[in-house]
């Protein structure tokens, strides 16, 4: 008499159970997918070599923190630049500048070493809590081409578990927890340290084996985060900053003003890579409203266009940091600025260091982008020769 009712037992436990892997196969297959898609970038008329991170971190080989690194060698010797992009993957500037560097840019003096993905694991993240998208495709000559959204910090599945507190190396400066996730807490970095201290090592060693002069660091921030639409620079770095952000002001229109970088906040590329290394290092940032939080839905819309509602009500009431007008920031004006600002920090390098100058040819300027769109200066990836794209 009592096995009716175990039987009936038994069924509604396995129909849960069944339900609740359905439910976890359908919820997880896109984040596996997102974590795997690979993005393609096409070795432009300047690339002469393509190197990896573990070539200088050799703990990163084999993990998600390794990455490419694409070198642009000029016809002439000079001075060497390091363009690093994707440091944080939810501000996609840094890495759309980087990859039209690689897939347009010819040095004629000088050298570039240029990382789309410096936080690979990050770009293989996402913040599903804030309604994140996992991709977001540009608009080109030749149809579309898709790139991976990431998460500000890397992966827990590929550095766990994070600490009570951070302890940054070597200040030892209290940090909170998550930003030994973040790329832009870890510098100078450690050879057998977490993760992404093994990446900014790695990147550390680059400039230093390579004698690096310029390490440029690209972002984006909130438009209601006082440090954005800005070149940030140590003392050592802030005169060139300062006529960088002169120059395309005057002849560019655009501001791009100069904030010092805080000697006691360790961990920063802004710091870090002048105190430790050999180059001068610059971070910049671009002004992206998806970012910030009083917005609408997140959408890829508002990423690429960045028009709020919102935030264009709280501009009329002086509560952004930057001009903000039904025109929103879009995605070619943030790249095109990137653009601008690191060719002119070449230029003034050029001007003040004539025995090793960087010239770079091939790249579009502000105005450039602006007018033709980002996808304009994109290559196609089907068009490339046998051996012409790499994966990412």
């Known amino acids: 008499m009592k096995a009716a009712p175990m039987k009936k037992d038994t069924l509604s436990r396995t129909f849960l159970a069944a339900a609740f892997a359905g439910l976890a196969l359908w919820g997880g297959l896109p984040l596996y997918r997102h974590r795997h898609f690979d993005v393609p970038i096409v070795k432009g008329p300047g690339v002469t070599a393509v190197l990896r991170l573990s070539d200088f971190s050799p703990r990163l080989k084999g993990t998600p923190g390794d990455t490419a690194i694409y070198v642009l060698q000029g016809r002439e010797p000079g001075g060497k630049a390091l363009l690093m992009g994707n440091t944080h993957s939810n501000e996609p500037e840094g890495m759309l ?81 998550i930003d030994v996730r973040n790329t832009n807490r870890t510098w100078p970095g450690r050879a057998d340290g977490p993760l992404m201290e093994r990446v900014t090592f790695g990147a550390m060693e680059l400039m230093r084996r390579e004698k690096i002069d310029l390490a440029i660091d690209i972002h984006g921030a909130e438009t209601m985060f006082p440090v954005t639409n800005c070149i940030v620079a140590p003392e050592s770095s802030v005169k060139i900053a300062t006529l960088a952000s002169l120059t395309v002001k005057a002849m560019e229109g655009f501001e791009s003003h100069v904030e010092p970088s805080p000697a006691g906040f360790r961990g920063l590329s802004h710091r870090e890579i002048g105190d430790h290394g050999p180059s001068l290092p610059f971070l910049l940032e671009a002004p992206i409203p998806f970012l910030d939080q009083p917005t609408g839905p997140k959408t890829t819309q508002l990423l690429l266009d960045g028009k709020d509602p919102f935030l264009l009500s709280l501009s009329k009431k002086k509560k952004l940091f930057v001009p903000y007008d039904e025109g929103g920031w879009p995605l070619e004006k943030r790249v095109g600025q990137h653009m601008s600002v690191t060719l002119e920090i070449f230029r003034q390098y050029t001007k003040k260091t004539a025995a090793r100058p960087i010239v770079v040819r091939g790249v579009p300027r502000y105005a450039d982008v602006v007018k033709a769109g980002v996808g304009r200066f994109l290559a196609d990836p089907s068009k490339a020769p046998a051996g012409g794209v790499v994966m990412n």
């Open 97 to 177: 500048s980087a990859v039209i560097y690689i897939e347009n840019a010819v040095v004629e003096k000088g050298a570039l070493y240029v990382i789309p993905f410096l936080n690979n694991s990050g770009s293989r993240n996402t913040r599903p809590g804030d309604g994140y998208p996992l991709y977001f495709d540009v608009a080109t000559d030749w149809g579309r081409r898709r790139f991976r959204f990431g998460n500000r910090d890397a992966s827990p599945l590929d550095q766990w578990p994070d600490p009570d507190v951070y302890i940054h190396y070597p200040e030892r400066q209290l940090l909170s927890y």
